[in-house]
């Protein structure tokens, strides 16, 4: 996989804007390096450096808020034991298929540091952008304690491929938080409530004391960055929001309390609709323990209602798909399902506009406009017509643009 850094001129193509839901008339979009320098104008005379759009459609690239590039198995506890030059490789796999599916920019949630993100960044591997934590931060016996029952070490090395790090009272949290904003991480994620893949939590139960969660969103406003929250019910979503935390992770059981906290502090909510759908089909033949493959239905049917009080509440929703091993295959499936309850644009604008708001990088990315990075799909047919089309991204996306690269494969 490589970029094809040749082409400086896209013409002949309508700009979707995701915010005002348009079309633009036939147009020229210009690109110096990783930016988009001018629309409109003429083409240049160099015809070898120009890609005829022949009327196509130019989207944003994608950008999802929720994955876990380290994560080829659905048995976290096992991610320890894998060498990291291994899981290393798989990352870099998963995050390729992601660009392929269109998806230029990717939040990792859990595991990812900054060796992924800067060899991506220096074009060492042809990736998505990839905005990283670090290891999200658990409370003993919490969601990133992949211990078992019967089992009392706790591998605390930074080097090692679990997706966090147990860390209980208010000063060992602000140490972790501390530890994951020195290697330069972009947010800091927080186990607010128990999860599925962990096993000994329950779904409904709260994590980390209040004076923890504010520990950590307070290094992570002193660094300018943010705190995420993973937290399935409304008690746990309502708390974490209280306390600061700038996004909800899956939020399945959220409620009317949870929309207007959300509201009230321009908060985002970041659905993951899709993971129990395949966890429950897929999820055993992925590595699922048993005792996690109970706990998916407490959350599976829950979520789509979750998303509708939250769309209906104006709340800012980011597009999340956090699949695990090889069900992130089905990446671009969260299309379709948001689809049955959202209209087009708020499904586009929550992989588009609204993901870059969350990701700080509102202007930058999400948006094909002069001075933003030049990361944008070329696309047959008109999503906000019916974006489920963009779940099918082989016969949907004609053209893939990264980092001002035409991506060849």
Known sequence: MRLDRSIRTITNTRILDPETETLSEPTTIRISHDRIVGIGGEAPAD????????????????????????????DLGRLGETPPSYITATAINSMQDALRRGFTSMRDAGGADFGLARASEEGLITTPRLFYGGKALSQ?????????????????????????????????????ARNQLRTGAHHIKLMLSGGVASPTDRVDSTQFSDDEILAAVEEAEAANRYALGHAYT?????????????????????????????????????????????LHVDGAA??????????????????????????????????????????????????????????????????????????????????????????????????????????????????IISRGGLLAV
């Open 234 to 278: 409304a008690r746990a979503i309502n708390r974490g929001l209280r306390l600061g935390v700038r996004s909800i992770e899956h939020g399945n059981l959220l409620d009317q309390e949870s929309v207007r906290l959300l509201r009230e502090h321009d908060a985002f909510l970041v659905p993951t609709l899709v993971t129990y759908e395949r």
């Open 140 to 176: 003993t016996g919490g969601h990133a304690d992949m211990r078992a029952p019967g089992t009392a070490v706790m591998d605390h090395h930074q080097c090692c491929p679990h997706l966090g790090v147990v860390c209980d009272g208010a000063s060992e949290v602000r140490r972790a």
């Open 47 to 74: 015809r070898d450096a120009v890609l005829d759009a022949e009327g196509g459609i130019a989207c944003p690239g994608l950008i999802d808020g929720h994955v876990h590039v380290l994560a080829d198995t659905a």
């Open 286 to 399: 992925n590595g699922l323990q048993a005792e996690s493959q109970k706990k998916v239905e407490d959350v599976l049917h829950a979520g789509l209602e979750a998303l509708r009080l939250a769309d209906e509440g104006g709340v800012n929703i980011v597009y999340g798909s956090d699949l695990l091993g090889d069900m992130r295959s089905w990446q671009s499936h969260e299309f379709a399902i948001r689809a049955r309850v959202q209209s087009p644009g708020a499904v586009l604008r929550s992989a588009t506009t609204t993901a870059a708001r969350l990701l700080q990088a509102e202007g930058e990315l999400g948006t094909i406009s002069e001075g933003a990075h030049a990361d944008l799909l070329l696309l047959d047919s008109n999503p906000l017509e019916d974006v489920s089309t963009l779940s099918e991204p082989d016969s949907s996306i004609r053209h």
